[in-house]
């Protein structure tokens, strides 16, 4: 109900005193009270209705004004039967102060007959809207029934919303609309970082589409967003979930293949004529050069290969709650999936992401790339941070062998070889692994790794001599010097 159609109605006689009645304000609901500080109750968009029996002098209408000012109600009525004959000034002041449409009641009327009157017209638009969501519903359904598709049902949406929609992924890719979204970065970002559903993004409204996590869904964005249109969005966005549960549904031969392909792969018995034809089978080349893309998320079962099928464009399919994907090498595919990375991190809460990916190679080195792709992404699992990306090209081959180990392993190894140097700094304050770490980075050069620590190069010999003691270790043989190596390359990523 709009506030003018209240202080319209000629049987309530209700004066506006400050305030303008334009823009016409729509408010919820009528709350009636005669506390100082009201705040508690309050949710904001009413119309408050008081007897001012608080009142007592100007610092009362202060206080109560600007309470249910800091609350955003519509506007404040206020009636005098219970106080007797008042100067209304201080009140008029304080809600000229703080913004706060002002309008008096006659003695005359009663409370109750407001209710009432606000009543019956909620109770009449409520059922109007509620025909109108039905008629809604009906064109709906009947356009995701025409057989026009996702692109068909948002157009449909635009029409009874009356303003532009959208459907964009969390990454911020617009999957249907008629026209472009300039700010889809933007309303993604706010999509997967807000703390509750639907959300405000500028003066767009996002809602959910679907239900699960966020980051395996997409969203309904709609422009120039009013109350109004609540049902209808919400209508809507349960019919895209629809649509996208039958687009998922049509995925499943195509998953069932990949992951076939990845069982031969694992069978090094398997014939390469084999891995050949599946591959053309699925619709690459002879000649294709293609990546592998290895992808976790710890925290959220499922949620790894909905996040895969987002940032690839290829072959996804999830294995042990690893999601693999096979697709077509591209000089700007590590770029776009760090992009893509960059873009979902926000919304993965205590889940951490690792991705692999594996270097360009042909159909016919397949099984190495997948190896690759997951030694580089049991890189990115040790990085130590949400989400790491890291590409095979860029690991030196003790790294990707790191890839492989256990975490067990890689602890105990570290700890046997670094363990006492590490108590030994605790202990005494020193700075021995540090030392040990640049006389290795400047392959054990006195002098360089001296400089580098602003130490004399006898206090170097003397802290490397200590560390010799502590491991058991003797630095200028080279085997032991390899094994100290890694393990402080293990300890940086653990």
């Given at each position: 109900?709009?506030?003018?159609?209240?202080?319209?109605?000629?049987?309530?006689?209700?004066?506006?005193?400050?305030?303008?009645?334009?823009?016409?304000?729509?408010?919820?609901?009528?709350?009636?009270?005669?506390?100082?500080?009201?705040?508690?109750?309050?949710?904001?968009?009413?119309?408050?209705?008081?007897?001012?029996?608080?009142?007592?002098?100007?610092?009362?209408?202060?206080?109560?004004?600007?309470?249910?000012?800091?609350?955003?109600?519509?506007?404040?009525?206020?009636?005098?039967?219970?106080?007797?004959?008042?100067?209304?000034?201080?009140?008029?002041?304080?809600?000229?102060?703080?913004?706060?449409?002002?309008?008096?009641?006659?003695?005359?009327?009663?409370?109750?007959?407001?209710?009432?009157?606000?009543?019956?017209?909620?109770?009449?638009?409520?059922?109007?809207?509620?025909?109108?969501?039905?008629?809604?519903?009906?064109?709906?359904?009947?356009?995701?029934?025409?057989?026009?598709?996702?692109?068909?049902?948002?157009?449909?949406?635009?029409?009874?919303?009356?303003?532009?929609?959208?459907?964009?992924?969390?990454?911020?890719?617009?999957?249907?609309?008629?026209?472009?979204?300039?700010?889809?970065?933007?309303?993604?970002?706010?999509?997967?970082?807000?703390?509750?559903?639907?959300?405000?993004?500028?003066?767009?409204?996002?809602?959910?589409?679907?239900?699960?996590?966020?980051?395996?869904?997409?969203?309904?964005?709609?422009?120039?967003?009013?109350?109004?249109?609540?049902?209808?969005?919400?209508?809507?966005?349960?019919?895209?979930?629809?649509?996208?549960?039958?687009?998922?549904?049509?995925?499943?031969?195509?998953?069932?293949?990949?992951?076939?392909?990845?069982?031969?792969?694992?069978?090094?018995?398997?014939?390469?004529?084999?891995?050949?034809?599946?591959?053309?089978?699925?619709?690459?080349?002879?000649?294709?050069?293609?990546?592998?893309?290895?992808?976790?998320?710890?925290?959220?079962?499922?949620?790894?290969?909905?996040?895969?099928?987002?940032?690839?464009?290829?072959?996804?399919?999830?294995?042990?709650?690893?999601?693999?994907?096979?697709?077509?090498?591209?000089?700007?595919?590590?770029?776009?999936?760090?992009?893509?990375?960059?873009?979902?991190?926000?919304?993965?809460?205590?889940?951490?992401?690792?991705?692999?990916?594996?270097?360009?190679?042909?159909?016919?080195?397949?099984?190495?790339?997948?190896?690759?792709?997951?030694?580089?992404?049991?890189?990115?699992?040790?990085?130590?941070?949400?989400?790491?990306?890291?590409?095979?090209?860029?690991?030196?081959?003790?790294?990707?062998?790191?890839?492989?180990?256990?975490?067990e392993l890689r602890q105990s190894f570290c700890r046997r070889l670094l363990g006492?140097?590490?108590?030994?700094?605790?202990?005494?304050?020193?700075?021995?692994?540090?030392?040990?770490?640049?006389?290795?980075?400047?392959?054990?050069?006195?002098?360089?790794?001296?400089?580098?620590?602003?130490?004399?190069?006898?206090?170097?010999?003397?802290?490397?001599?200590?560390?010799?003691?502590?491991?058991?270790?003797?630095?200028?043989?080279?085997?032991?010097?390899?094994?100290?190596?890694?393990?402080?390359?293990?300890?940086?990523?653990?």
């Amino acid at each position: 109900m709009r506030l003018g159609e209240l202080l319209a109605d000629p049987g309530l006689g209700l004066r506006l005193l400050t305030g303008d009645a334009e823009p016409d304000p729509e408010f919820r609901w009528i709350y009636i009270t005669d506390l100082r500080d009201p705040r508690r109750y309050l949710g904001g968009g009413e119309v408050v209705l008081t007897g001012m029996l608080w009142y007592h002098d100007a610092r009362d209408a202060e206080a109560f004004v600007s309470a249910v000012a800091e609350m955003g109600v519509v506007a404040l009525g206020v009636g005098t039967a219970e106080i007797g004959p008042v100067t209304l000034d201080v009140v008029v002041d304080a809600c000229r102060r703080h913004g706060v449409r002002l309008f008096t009641v006659p003695l005359d009327v009663s409370f109750t007959s407001i209710t009432q009157r606000v009543v019956s017209a909620l109770a009449a638009e409520h059922v109007r809207r509620s025909s109108a969501v039905l008629e809604h519903h009906r064109r709906l359904v009947a356009a995701l029934g025409s057989g026009g598709g996702l692109a068909g049902l948002v157009a449909a949406g635009a029409m009874e919303l009356g303003v532009p929609c959208w459907v964009i992924s969390p990454t911020g890719r617009v999957v249907a609309g008629a026209a472009t979204l300039p700010d889809a970065a933007t309303v993604a970002a706010g999509f997967v970082s807000a703390a509750r559903l639907p959300c405000q993004v500028g003066s767009y409204r996002v809602l959910p589409v679907g239900a699960g996590h966020r980051l395996a869904g997409w969203a309904l964005v709609v422009a120039d967003w009013t109350a109004d249109q609540h049902e209808v969005a919400v209508e809507l966005a349960t019919l895209i979930g629809l649509e996208r549960s039958a687009l998922a549904a049509g995925r499943v031969v195509e998953r069932r293949a990949v992951t076939q392909l990845l069982s031969l792969l694992a069978d090094e018995a398997t014939p390469a004529a084999d891995i050949s034809a599946r591959l053309t089978a699925a619709g690459f080349g002879a000649e294709d050069r293609l990546c592998v893309v290895s992808l976790t998320i710890t925290g959220e079962a499922g949620l790894a290969i909905a996040v895969l099928d987002e940032l690839v464009d290829g072959l996804v399919t999830e294995v042990d709650g690893e999601a693999v994907a096979i697709t077509l090498a591209g000089n700007d595919l590590l770029d776009s999936l760090r992009a893509g990375v960059r873009a979902i991190e926000p919304g993965l809460g205590p889940c951490r992401l690792a991705l692999g990916v594996s270097g360009p190679g042909p159909g016919s080195r397949l099984r190495a790339s997948i190896d690759e792709a997951r030694y580089a992404r049991g890189v990115a699992l040790h990085n130590g941070v949400p989400a790491a990306v890291v590409a095979g090209s860029e690991l030196a081959s003790h790294q990707l062998l790191f890839g492989a180990l256990p975490d067990e392993l890689r602890q105990s190894f570290c700890r046997r070889l670094l363990g006492p140097v590490r108590d030994y700094d605790l202990e005494h304050h020193s700075e021995l692994l540090e030392s040990l770490r640049v006389f290795l980075d400047c392959s054990g050069s006195w002098s360089q790794a001296a400089a580098r620590l602003h130490l004399h190069v006898n206090t170097l010999r003397y802290r490397i001599g200590r560390i010799e003691d502590l491991t058991g270790r003797d630095l200028s043989r080279f085997a032991d010097r390899v094994d100290l190596f890694l393990a402080l390359e293990l300890s940086r990523d653990s």
